[in-house]
Each structure stands twice: as structure tokens, then as C-alpha cells.
């Protein structure tokens, strides 16, 4: 079981917005920089948003994320059939001294 | 434009050695807060952390497999190689290396090197 919570799926239609939901702990989110990854099938993971809002240059404005206490989020917005692909979020784990990151989720576009 | 590849076998057996090799391209190992590190994903399920090392040699490694891996640069070379010990079924995974940016974390990742261990 990983250290940081997401659901294992989430969907939505075309143009839509969907948040996808990483909840974890003092010693991990509470405390230190969130990270997102988009990973398509059979591929490397893409970094999509570092110290939890930012954007690297050439991800869409599309994507955004937000971090809240001991939990963080990843939106997309106006959402495409090339968004389709699994979501992980990453953080430092103090207690743990290790990375650690969600079980990522499965982002079907319907 | 940075680029990294892993290499290294594709089929261990139990209790051997893995010994993988990321070389890399587009940036310096021995510029200040840069590092590379080591990740894993077996199939289906999450990545794992394994290993990283900075440009000034400090190495960190999971706390869970530290007594198995080591983790070493050769900057002449811009390469990095990680060594993983008595190498179990549970093992199997994808191992990517991955560019570690002191503001934005590990912002560029190998293709992937998927290694089976089975008999």
C-alpha cells in the first residue's frame, strides 16, 4: 500500500474538469513539495507540476495544482482524449527519508 | 536538451547481481544541487524510489534496500551506475534513471529498462 492516497480511477467527457486527489501526512505533504506525473501507457513519466503549483515550460495551463494541509490536488481542465493516462503524485517523506509516491490514478476520458 | 538511457540486462537470475548504467546527455554532474537518481515500477503498480547521487558524491539511498544497492557516477563518462544485490522475483520491474533539478525534482526520466528476475 503506498504512502500517499489517490483513487485508483477518475473520468470525465471532453472539455470537462476533473481533480484528482492525493492525501498523505505531516511528514510527507504536510511538509514538503508536491509533485504530479503524467505517465501514458508503455512510457516514462512526464513531470506536470513541481513544488506544487508550478507548471514546467511546455505543460498546458490546462493542468494546475494545489496543495492544502496534508492533502494535494491536480486539475485538468478542458480535458482532452490525449489526457488519457495514469496520474501519480511524489513527495518527500521526512520519517521515512525516501520519496514516496501515490499509487497513482487511472484517467479515462469518456 | 537533456536525454537519459538505462542499460543493463533484461533477464537476472535469483540471488545475482543487477548492475545498471545510466548515461546521460545535456547537462553536468558536476554542477552545483544537480543529481541523478534510480526509480523502479514493477508492472501494475507504483514507482518506487531507489537511490540518488549529487554532484558532490553524496548518496542517498531507500531506507528499505540500502544494504543492497549502490549507487556511483563516473562524470568523465556522464554516466551513473546502480548496483542492486541478491536479486529476488519481487525485484522485476521497469528501472528508470532520472535527472534530479534542485527546483523542480526529477524533471527528466530515462525511457525505462525493464529487468526480469526468474530462473
Known amino acids: 500500500q503506498s504512502v500517499l492516497t489517490q483513487p485508483p480511477s477518475a473520468s470525465g467527457t471532453p472539455g470537462q474538469r476533473v481533480t484528482i486527489s492525493c492525501s498523505g501526512s505531516?511528514?510527507?505533504?504536510?511538509?514538503?513539495?508536491v509533485y504530479w506525473y503524467q505517465q501514458l501507457p508503455g512510457t516514462a513519466p512526464k513531470l506536470l507540476i513541481y513544488?506544487?503549483?508550478k507548471r514546467p515550460s511546455g505543460v498546458p495551463d490546462r493542468f494546475s495544482g494545489s496543495k492544502s494541509g496534508t492533502s494535494a490536488s491536480l486539475a485538468i481542465s478542458g480535458l482532452r482524449s490525449e489526457d488519457e493516462a495514469d496520474y501519480f503524485c511524489?513527495?518527500?517523506?521526512?520519517?521515512?527519508?525516501?520519496?514516496?509516491f501515490g499509487g497513482g490514478t487511472k484517467l479515462t476520458v469518456l | 536538451q537533456i536525454t537519459l538511457k538505462e542499460s543493463g540486462p533484461t533477464l537476472v537470475k535469483p540471488t545475482q547481481t543487477l548492475t545498471l548504467t545510466c548515461t546521460f546527455s545535456?547537462?553536468?554532474?558536476?554542477?552545483?544541487?544537480?543529481?541523478v537518481g534510480w526509480l523502479r515500477q514493477p508492472p501494475g503498480k507504483a514507482l518506487e524510489w531507489l537511490a540518488l547521487?549529487?554532484?558532490?558524491?553524496?548518496?542517498r539511498y531507500s531506507p528499505s534496500l540500502k544494504s543492497r544497492l549502490t549507487i556511483t557516477k563516473d562524470t568523465s563518462k556522464n554516466q551513473v551506475v546502480l548496483t542492486m544485490t541478491n536479486m529476488d522475483p519481487v525485484d522485476t520491474a521497469t528501472y528508470y534513471c532520472?535527472?534530479?533539478?534542485?527546483?523542480?525534482?526529477?524533471?527528466?526520466w530515462g525511457q525505462g529498462t525493464l529487468v526480469t528476475v526468474s530462473s
Open positions: 511524489a513527495v518527500w517523506d521526512d520519517s521515512l527519508s525516501v520519496w514516496v
Open positions: 532520472a535527472h534530479r533539478n534542485p527546483a523542480a525534482g526529477y524533471d527528466y
Open positions: 545535456g547537462f553536468s554532474l558536476s554542477t552545483s544541487e544537480v543529481g
Open positions: 505531516s511528514s510527507n505533504i504536510g511538509s514538503d513539495y
Open positions: 513544488r506544487n503549483n
Open positions: 547521487i549529487y554532484w558532490d558524491d553524496d548518496k
